[in-house]
T-cell receptor, first 114, second 111 residues
Framework: DAGVIQSPRHEVTEMGQEVTLRCKPI?????LFWYRQTMMRGLELLIY????????DSGMPEDRFSAKMPNASFSTLKIQPSEPRDSAVYFC????????????FGPGTRLTVT | GEDVEQSLFLSVREGDSSVINCTYT??????LYWYKQEPGAGLQLLTY?????DMKQDQRLTVLLNKKDKHLSLRIADTQTGDSAIYFC???????????FGGGTRLMVKP
């Protein structure tokens, strides 16, 4: 199994541009989580999906952030327009089924907004 | 809301034991976890413990839970240079949907 796949691994963009981060969960997993990691705030949960349905998006910072999961094997996190304070490492994680606790993390996307 | 606290840094010599501590505030926590993050990588689950247990051992890892004091620790026996990483404590109280992470403890192992 390839594990959770994220792309791109690194993204550098200018303020105001749209950024799209992509995630492919482990096949057969039905929960997906997006996290953001910064030095100042540590690891924060942004949003999670069960069976492709967003369950809790209370961690999404503001309307500039949106996430979709059109099918069980793909999710996107979009920032539009991006700002320098969005610079962080964004992790995607997936979990086999509800009620089971282990989340498997992807390698992350390091986003730099200049 | 929930809060999970860890010390920032721990330095040990190779072969010694490491003890990483964590405190949490949510008394309804059901699961408590330890994750490891190596440079440039995502988080890897090391072990977890149910709140009705007070100890769990897995090879070189020993997790101790003091539920009364809301204190969790991870002991790594015979620490190796490959154990150098950031270790995150996390808790959840709803079957793992929402994890609250601590800020992470950077473990440095000196040869």
């Amino acid at each position: 199994d390839a594990g959770v796949i994220q792309s791109p691994r690194h993204e550098v963009t200018e303020m105001g541009q749209e950024v799209t981060l992509r995630c492919k969960p482990i096949s057969g997993h039905n929960s997906l989580f997006w996290y953001r990691q910064t030095m100042m705030r540590g690891l924060e949960l942004l949003i999670y999906f069960n069976n492709n349905v967003p369950i809790d998006d209370s961690g999404m910072p503001e309307d500039r952030f949106s996430a979709k999961m059109p099918n069980a094997s793909f999710s996107t996190l979009k920032i539009q327009p991006s700002e320098p304070r969005d610079s962080a490492v964004y992790f995607c994680a997936s979990r086999p089924r509800q009620g089971l606790s282990e989340q498997y993390f992807g390698p992350g996307t390091r986003l730099t907004v200049t | 809301g929930e809060d999970v606290e860890q010390s920032l840094f721990l330095s040990v010599r190779e072969g010694d034991s490491s003890v990483i501590n964590c405190t949490y505030t949510d008394s309804s926590s059901t699961y408590l976890y330890w994750y490891k993050q190596e440079p440039g990588a995502g988080l890897q689950l090391l072990t977890y413990i149910f709140s009705n247990m007070d100890m769990k051992q897995d090879q070189r890892l020993t997790v101790l839970l003091n539920k009364k004091d809301k204190h969790l620790s991870l002991r790594i026996a015979d620490t190796q240079t490959g154990d150098s990483a950031i270790y995150f404590c996390a808790e959840s109280h709803n079957a793992g949907n929402m994890l609250t992470f601590g800020g992470g403890t950077r473990l440095m192992v000196k040869p």
